[in-house]
């Protein structure tokens, strides 16, 4: 059986964040300090896990490699939210 593709786009969007009029500049502040903080604890995490020593461990070695992972999609995703961008 054959589905229409032009009812199934590849991508979504956040219609709810698209137009938020006067509360625009606070979401953008909401954001901003959202992915601050994220990318903060995350470079503290590599950066533990790389200096110390005791720390180089397989199991630590796998948690800053998904820290890494956090940054690079949290990097790509976050910015696309306040601008209402397809996903």
């Known amino acids: ?13 956040f219609t709810l964040f698209a ?7 606070l ?8 992915y601050v903080t ?15 020593k005791s720390l180089h461990q397989p199991m630590y070695i796998f948690i800053s490699c998904l820290c890494l ?3 690079f999609w949290l990097s790509w995703i976050l910015p696309q939210v306040p601008a209402g961008h397809p996903l």
């Open 1 to 13: 059986m054959k589905s229409n593709s032009s009812l199934n786009p590849p991508y979504f969007q």
């Open 19 to 25: 137009d938020f009029g006067p509360l625009r500049y």
């Open 27 to 34: 979401f953008f502040i909401l954001c901003l300090f959202i």
């Open 38 to 52: 994220i990318v903060s604890a995350n470079m503290v995490i590599i950066l533990a896990v790389f200096l110390e």
């Open 69 to 71: 992972n956090s940054l």
